[in-house]
């Protein structure tokens, strides 16, 4: 309830989450000293913490976990989806325990420090929860002192002040910097990642990073295709210069109308000379944007690893990976794009394809991790294609 008269911390009280209504929630800080600002969301995965804290589709946001046993497998070098973690901190119902896990490296409070997360436990995130979803995302501030020592007012304000995320452009602040090959392959028990298998003589894919996940790269590269990865802002020129043989759209954070600024001239000049497309997420709200269809901001978005998704084909139905704010208005879509995946949740676009161009892109995460793998026959998908093309 937003409180009229100065606030109270209650004793004990090292963390808090102040939110632009008014609204305080006070509860143990661990990780990293300091405050952020940013979007207030929720993710339903039971597993992956680490993997959605890097997720650069995350930047700018403050995660409510809603399982409550998080950080309980530690943290690795191994599970993550970025050089940096993306996500401002995380909001848990329950304290983070000692890791129990063969595979931890450290403790997940070590690990926020290090990275300059900020953690929130103590929260009641079921409620957190049902308040998001009934009034939306919003702004807030996560804030850890270890003497308990916040000045609500001002942290109100921060809060007020804080934009939102319609009309910002994320991609460039997590996008590479310069092109770079990419030849990891998937990950095994007791082998790690696999190393130097991307195919020599297979497909050239080149991934224009709007803030890709590292998973999505690796199965690229399983699927048969040789990867170069060019920066969000790269232009027509640039991507061709590697000759690709077809390109990738990453997700990414942000607004998609923001980005498309830049990334849809170059998408629609990639179509225009019949350059095979595959976008996922962010990608996916691109070629949306490129062939002259809307994107909006989401109520609460979806982010999680359970989200049933129909396919317009066959009517089968895939469990999948989400994390994303904005979406795709299926109602503008133009004549020569065809819905092809619908979220089962509230009915939103969820993939589409061209009729008359080599293109495709999915709302969803295909690569996982964290989440289910029935989708993973996209990859092979795009890759084989290519392969045929050839």
């Known amino acids: 309830m937003a409180e009229t008269e100065p606030v109270r911390v209650p004793q004990g009280a090292t963390g808090v989450l102040v939110l632009a209504s008014g609204d305080?929630?006070?509860?143990?800080?661990?990780?990293?000293?300091?405050?952020?600002?940013?979007?207030?969301?929720?993710?339903?995965?039971?597993?992956?913490?680490?993997?959605?804290?890097?997720?650069?589709?995350?930047?700018?946001?403050?995660?409510?976990?809603?399982?409550?046993?998080?950080?309980?497998?530690?943290?690795?070098?191994?599970?993550?989806?970025?050089?940096?973690?993306?996500?401002?901190?995380?909001?848990?119902?329950?304290?983070?325990?000692?890791?129990?896990?063969?595979?931890?490296?450290?403790?997940?409070?070590?690990?926020?420090?290090?990275?300059?997360?900020?953690?929130?436990?103590?929260?009641?995130t079921r409620a957190l929860t049902r308040m998001i979803r009934v009034e939306g995302a919003p702004n807030g501030v996560i804030a850890h002192d270890p003497d308990g020592k916040f000045d609500i007012p001002a942290l109100v304000e921060q809060a007020k002040a804080w934009p939102g995320l319609e009309g910002m452009d994320l991609a460039k602040d997590v996008s590479a910097l310069q092109s770079y090959t990419w030849e990891d392959g998937l990950w095994t028990l007791g082998q790690g990642y696999a190393t130097h298998a991307a195919n020599p003589e297979g497909p050239h894919v080149v991934a224009i990073d709007y803030g890709l996940k590292r998973n999505i790269l690796r199965n690229l590269v399983a699927a048969g295709a040789r990867v170069t990865v060019v920066p969000a802002t790269a232009s027509f020129e640039d991507v061709m210069r590697h000759e690709p043989d077809g390109v990738f759209l990453s997700n990414g954070p942000g607004d998609p109308a923001a980005t498309g600024e830049y990334a849809v001239p170059v998408i629609q000049k990639l179509l225009e000379v019949g350059k095979p497309l595959f976008g996922i997420c962010l990608g996916h709200q691109m070629l949306g944007l490129a062939v002259g269809a809307k994107t909006y901001k989401m109520h609460q978005g979806h982010r999680g690893a359970n989200h049933p998704v129909k396919r317009s084909d066959d009517g089968r139905v895939e469990i999948t990976s989400m994390n994303h704010g904005f979406a795709v208005d299926v109602e503008t879509l133009p004549t020569n794009a065809e819905a092809t995946h619908v979220s089962l949740f509230d009915g939103s676009l969820a993939g589409l394809r061209l009729t008359d161009k080599p293109a495709f892109s999915v709302q969803y995460h295909p690569e996982a991790s964290p989440g289910p793998q029935d989708s993973h026959y996209l990859f092979e998908q795009f890759v084989s294609a290519l392969e045929k093309k050839a």
Not at 28 to 38: D, K
């Open 24 to 124: 305080v929630l006070f509860g143990r800080g661990f990780g990293a000293v300091g405050s952020a600002v940013g979007e207030v969301c929720f993710h339903t995965a039971m597993t992956g913490y680490q993997e959605a804290m890097t997720d650069p589709s995350f930047e700018k946001q403050i995660i409510t976990f809603t399982f409550p046993h998080i950080g309980n497998v530690g943290a690795n070098g191994e599970d993550i989806e970025a050089t940096n973690a993306h996500a401002l901190g995380c909001i848990v119902r329950e304290d983070v325990t000692a890791p129990s896990n063969f595979r931890a490296a450290q403790h997940f409070d070590e690990w926020l420090k290090i990275n300059g997360r900020i953690g929130l436990a103590g929260i009641d």
